[in-house]
């Protein structure tokens, strides 16, 4: 197959250069990510540093080697930024110039820069120096990412074994004007060409897929948890008690669930205050998370109440776990003593079934009888 260079760093420049307008587009819309701001920046440095590259064979030949290549290894180390400021760090502004430093001091050498094969070789080394450090800052966000960091690492982890190829193959071709008009540019160059706008192209559709996958990542989360005490919300407890239900039901285990509801807590806002009344919630949280395992479920699901739901736990086993919880709450230090107490309703899968709307509404039955009995107590469904 023969590639004709010439129209391929034309079409790559107007590729970069759309592909860069729409990210700083992207950017501006979307409140400043500074992700999608650096890859712009990387984008239009690639766009500058091409077609100053161009230039090559029109007599100003230190404008191509030396500040087209310095212009290319920012582009490139704005591509580890990009990949850096998403991992959630800074960006590394010695890190960044460190390429373009390194390429001025040597091009200062007459036989560094006479040598076309050793200037491919020390260009293509820095590229991978800084491809190797995205694919590092890639990997650190690996965590907060489900589907879009794989592609993502893939893409860089490609770029940069190219590069390593072309520290080994390509021995450059003195630039030759008629050959690359005749379309005739067949050395490792137009492959080069070819590969940076498919990078290019690739690693800005993974970047707007990554920056959107974390914004609905967070948006998600923020959907399913209660900001105050920090565990799931009514919606998260839904959501989650259903699963556990369903494989506790599959494996023929029972369930038991207990509906908390702290006491007498409008007076508590009343005589205390605000503040002490959602203090008493993340105390309460606190000592009911403490008392889960990891398969359990629990979650605020309305302003003071609460729901556990303990996995392979039958009603005798969620007695004694809603007992420890009373008790240990009730003992905490508080402005008065006696001040803070919790009412537990429990239901077991044994007389609710595995259905979370019956379980919670027969739990809600054993807690009205808690209250109705005097409060700070827990009491078994069915009520005596
Ligand atoms: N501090 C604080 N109070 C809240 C929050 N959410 C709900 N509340 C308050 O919780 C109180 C609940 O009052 P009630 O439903 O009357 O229940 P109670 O006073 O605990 O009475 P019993 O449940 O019958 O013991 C209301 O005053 C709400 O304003 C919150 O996030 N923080």
């Known amino acids: 197959m023969q590639l004709n260079v010439p129209t391929l760093v034309l079409v790559d420049i107007y590729i970069l250069a759309l592909v860069g307008i729409l990210m700083l587009h992207a950017w501006r819309r979307g409140r400043r990510e500074p992700t999608l701001g650096y890859l712009s920046a990387a984008l239009l440095l690639g766009v500058l540093g091409t077609v100053l590259g161009s230039l090559r064979g029109m007599g100003v030949d230190y404008l191509p080697l030396v500040i087209g290549n310095v212009v290319l290894h920012i582009s490139a180390a ?3 930024t990009t990949m850096r400021v998403f991992a959630g760090r800074q960006p590394h502004v010695p890190g960044i110039c460190a390429g373009a430093v390194i390429w001025t001091v040597l091009c200062l050498n007459p036989a560094f820069y006479e040598s076309l094969t050793v200037r491919i070789a020390v260009s293509s080394l820095i590229t991978v120096c800084y491809t190797g450090l995205s694919a590092y800052e890639l990997w650190r966000s690996r965590q907060s990412l489900e589907v879009a960091y794989l592609p993502a690492l893939a893409l860089t982890l490609f770029h940069m074994g190219f590069y390593c190829v072309r520290i080994i193959v390509d021995r450059g071709m003195p630039f030759d004007a008629a ?9 490792f160059f137009s492959l080069l060409v070819f590969e940076t706008l498919l990078y290019a192209i690739g690693i800005s559709f993974v970047t707007l897929s990554m920056v959107k996958e974390r914004a609905e990542l967070k948006f998600r989360a923020a959907a399913y948890c209660d900001p105050l005490t920090g ?13 556990l ?13 207990l509906l908390c509801d702290l006491d007498h807590f409008k007076r508590l806002n009343d005589n205390y205050g605000h503040a002490s009344g959602d203090e008493a919630l993340v105390a309460f949280t606190r000592i009911a998370v403490g008392s889960m395992r990891k398969q359990d479920v629990f979650g605020r699901i309305g302003g003071e109440e609460f729901a556990c739901l303990l996995a392979d736990a039958d009603d005798e086993a969620g007695a004694q776990v809603a007992e420890r919880i009373r008790r ?13 107490s919790v009412s537990i309703g429990i239901v077991s899968s044994r007389e609710a079934g595995y259905d979370l709307f019956r379980l919670l509404s027969l739990a809600d039955d054993a ?9 700070n107590r827990i009491q078994r469904y069915p009520a005596d």
């Open 245 to 257: 239900l369903e494989s506790c039901e599959h494996r023929g285990e029972p369930v038991a669930l």
């Open 78 to 80: 704005m591509t580890w």
């Open 367 to 375: 807690l009205y009888a808690a209250k109705d009995k005097g409060r």
């Open 328 to 340: 240990e709450f009730a003992e905490l230090p508080f402005q008065e003593p006696g001040e803070l």
């Open 179 to 187: 050959v690359a008009s005749s379309g005739q540019g067949t050395n």
């Open 231 to 243: 565990v799931g919300n009514r919606r998260a407890f839904m959501t989650t008690g259903e699963y």
